[in-house]
């Protein structure tokens, strides 16, 4: 037998053996305790609505809670979509609720939409790493921590009857691995009953031939099963929105009152407003937290780990250890860090090498020219020196010519002043 084996054989945990107790011991508490814990501590729970602007979101959150959250309207005019959270403290009975209900402002609004997801992606990231930094602290607070990862997204479709808009399919399939969606169909009292329902078929068939996962009610609860199973038939729910009260009968029921009737928004035949209330907040709200943490936060934490290169061990391997996995990153990190160094160093030697050749080339073109330059010049000195011998020899030619004139001119005038005397004395000998 492998050394391993044995080791594994001696490493199993014995299996618990059943006893029976004599008497009441009192841990069947135990459940109580964790409610009680719960209640003291409070929960949290954070909405996203995605939707286009004037949809009906803040109208809806307002209908749902039964109050008036502060909200300003959106402008069409934003650059991009921006996410803004607002965390409210509601109490119902004994239970504290930190509810957080994040817009995604200007969503839809934008000429170019390719990218409309993006931030809202990130969004829902960044509030995963930052519960995985806290995870991480040596000191951590998990107790007390504000937990604002996204626990739904209502994403709210515009009552068109036709069919989803590819803005609609792109963002949710970039949303299903994130976040539990919740596609709604947004005043619904808009579209008639029998379109509706068309409406809804069309809808779910694109989503399901997009490969689009939206959250499912579950069913393995025996207490819920049933009206989840029902209800996830009904997905996805088309409400209606209002604050408004309105009196039928002698009752005031929140409504939207038009000429021609009164659209009731807790009437089941009139929308599906009840039913989403039901679902999210009266049943399955904790397994929303619950799906959030146990599903889609996993899946970032372990994509970001394996990212920053931890591995659990294939089966047969060692345990995971996390020291044995930070010094196997520290080293690959450190040669890594020499590969670049050794890369950085050769680069600027080859760098210099270049530089190197290409002066020694400026070198050789300057001496060449200036070679060429003085080639030229002394050719030219070389004309101009005979050009000034020529001219010398010229001016001495003409120096000597002036003086032969001069002497011929003198020679003339001497002559031409000697004949009037003998012209006297000849006449003395007649
Ligand atoms: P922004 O936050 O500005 O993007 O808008 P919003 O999506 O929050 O919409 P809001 O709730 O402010 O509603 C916009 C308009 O739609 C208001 O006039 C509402 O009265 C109306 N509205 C809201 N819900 C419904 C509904 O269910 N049906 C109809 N017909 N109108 C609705
Ligand atoms: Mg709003």
Known sequence: MAATDLERISNAEPEPRSLSLGGHVGFDSLPDQLVSKSVTQGFSFNILCVGETGIGKS?????????????????????????RPQTYDLQESNVHLK?????????????????????????????????????????????????????????????????????????????????????????????????????????????????????QFPTDDEAVAEINAVMNAHLPFAVVGSTEEVKVGNKLVRARQYPWGVVQVENENHCD???????????????????THSRHYELYRRCKLEEMGFQDSDG???????????????KEFLSELQRKEEEMRQMFV???????????????????????????????????????????????????????????????????????LRKDKDKKKF
Request: net charge negative.
């Open 59 to 83: 109208t809806l959150m307002n209908t749902l809670f039964n109050t008036t959250f502060e909200t300003e309207e959106a402008s069409h005019h934003e650059e991009c979509v921006r996410l």
């Open 316 to 330: 047969d391997s060692q345990p995971f250890s996390l020291q044995e996995t930070y010094e196997a990153k520290r």
């Open 99 to 215: 509810l957080t209900i994040v817009d995604a402002v200007g969503f839809g609004d934008q000429i170019n939409k390719d990218d409309s997801y993006r931030p809202i992606v990130d969004y829902i990231d960044a509030q995963f790493e930052n519960y995985l930094q806290e995870e991480l602290k040596i000191r951590r607070s998990l107790f007390d921590y504000h937990d604002t990862r996204i626990h739904v997204c209502l994403y709210f479709i515009t009552p068109t009857g036709h069919s989803l808009k590819s803005l609609d399919l792109v963002t949710m399939k970039k949303l299903d691995s994130k976040v539990n969606i919740i596609p709604i169909i947004a005043k619904a009292d808009t579209i008639s009953k029998s379109e509706l329902h068309k409406f809804k078929i069309k809808i779910m068939g694109e989503l399901v031939s997009n490969g689009v996962q939206i959250y």
């Open 273 to 291: 407003f009840v039913k989403l209330r039901e679902m999210l907040i009266r049943v399955n709200m904790e397994d929303l937290r619950e799906q």
């Open 350 to 420: 080859n760098k210099v090498k270049e530089t190197e050749l290409e002066l020694k080339e400026k070198e050789r073109e300057l001496h060449e020219k200036f070679e060429h330059l003085k080639r030229i010049h002394q050719e030219e000195k070389r004309k101009v020196e005979e050009k000034r011998k020529e001219l010398e020899e010229e001016t001495k030619a003409f120096n000597c010519r002036k003086a032969a004139m001069e002497a011929l001119q003198s020679q003339a005038l001497h002559a031409t002043s000697q004949q009037p």
